[in-house]
């Protein structure tokens, strides 16, 4: 059965067979839901290499990702149990050996963080049985989770992030957008795909609905418009150096706020921090990371951008862009199990590559632009890096708003939506070398 990836936790319904009445509207229903839910996502591969590992599997990510769809349809023969659900909550937090004890044979448990004293027992369990991929847990949060699983749980489970979809998955069911302005305003969230929803109506829920659920549970704001202009603020920087202080400034509270609130941030997958890269080729460098967000369709909707015609013009469009190449390049790493291995490099006279690949033998410079048309200034940073890395940089690329692939001598040039060939650069592959 092919895993889809959709933000609800139920199955798509199934197309009436062609002899069988019925509303032909609802047929039509159907067949569309199906055609939109079904995308296979590249992580699946690694669930089922790691569960056979593993004892546990833990599947993270932000919330409406498409965790619970995608565990649930993986593992259709195990139980399923959320501790959303108050009476499975009580239940195990005041008796987990029993809750336990009803999935002999193992069980998927979605959002395991809520019940925290569970995991020691699920130590004891899974160190009783001996068979791997007995529990699979997801979470929407990594302190609590993360934190229970370092500590009770330590060499027994493998985490595996599942983010937003990639353009690769959607080029993969011929659900691309075509132009870039619908890709950077739109986002890449499944329920915006599957529900065929307006983008600001469901970024407005989804940050009031993660406001009210995880922040509020991690740590304590007092005043929401306070946190929602934080959050305004940190999209207005993303693809930007991290100036903490400036950012408290600018919010009205202290560096060290703005440091824990940014760290919810991160936990909760909504922002990454890309570190500079260490080589300084004998010149000071910049030691502040810079800010981006996982999915710019939300940070669109933060900025204020109100439609996708805006982005031709807006300020923020390169910003954005960048923003966007960076997460498919994260999403190309987590979505196999592997950790980052993507920094920038700025030195302190501001000679700067948008992003550094360090793939253990070499360093690939890639420069993003979001213009449509390549233009000579577009290459100044990859010349300049190049001749200071020597031969431990790589082949340079670089990612532009246009539609035409070329071959250039000092860089391969290309086009936004044939980004998935960059993106295989980022893990080990038998064809990476050859991909681009």
């Known amino acids: 059965m092919m895993p889809w990836a959709g933000g609800g936790a139920s199955r798509p319904p199934h197309p009436r067979p062609e002899n069988e009445t019925g509303n032909s509207i609802d047929n039509l229903s159907n067949l569309l839901h199906i055609h939109i839910m079904l995308v296979p996502r590249t992580v699946t591969e690694t669930i089922t290499k790691v569960i056979k590992g593993f004892p546990v599997v833990a599947v993270t990510g932000p919330r409406q990702s498409g965790k619970t769809t995608l565990v649930k349809e993986i593992f259709q023969d195990r139980p399923y149990v959320s501790l959303e659900d108050p009476d499975q909550l009580d239940f195990s937090t005041r008796d987990p050996r029993r809750f336990l004890e009803h999935f002999p044979d193992g069980a998927v448990i979605d959002e395991a963080q809520r019940s925290p004293d569970l995991f020691s027992y699920l130590q004891t369990r899974v160190d009783d049985d001996g068979r791997m991929g007995l529990f699979i847990l997801t979470g929407s949060q990594q302190f609590g989770f993360m934190e229970k699983i370092t500590q009770s749980l330590a060499g027994r489970v493998a985490t595996v992030p599942l983010l ?54 991690l740590i304590n704001v007092r005043d929401r418009s306070t946190f929602h202009r934080f959050l305004r603020m940190c999209a207005a920087r993303t693809g930007q150096s991290l100036n903490l202080s400036a950012l408290g400034n600018d919010c009205g509270i202290t560096h060290n706020t703005a440091r824990a609130w940014l760290s919810v941030l991160e936990a909760s997958y909504i922002v990454h921090l890309l570190p500079p890269h260490h080589r300084n080729f004998r010149k000071r460098l910049t030691k502040a990371p810079k800010l981006y967000f996982y999915d710019t369709g939300l940070a669109a909707y933060l900025i204020g951008i109100q439609d996708m015609e805006q982005l031709l013009i807006h300020p923020q469009r390169g910003a954005l862009f960048e923003t966007w190449v960076v997460a498919e390049l994260l999403k190309g790493r987590s979505h196999r199990g592997l950790t980052s291995n993507l920094y920038f490099w700025r030195d302190q006279s501001g000679n700067e590559v948008d992003v550094i690949i360090d793939n253990g033998l070499e360093l690939i410079p890639v420069e993003v632009k979001s213009g449509a048309t390549v233009n000579r200034d577009f290459f100044r940073g990859l010349e300049r890096w190049t001749a200071l890395a020597g031969e431990a940089s790589g082949r340079p690329h670089l990612v532009y708003g246009g539609n035409q692939r070329q071959e250039r001598t000092n860089a391969a040039v290309l086009p936004w939506d044939q980004i998935n060939d960059l993106v295989k650069l980022t893990y080990p592959h038998s064809d990476a070398s050859s991909a681009i």
């Open 164 to 217: 937003p979809f990639s353009l690769g998955e959607l080029q993969g069911v011929n659900r691309a957008p075509a132009r870039l302005e619908e890709l950077l305003w739109t986002g890449l969230y499944p329920p915006i795909w599957d529900r065929n929803i307006d983008p600001p109506l469901w970024y407005g829920n989804y940050v009031q609905t993660y406001l009210e659920r995880d922040v509020h549970r």
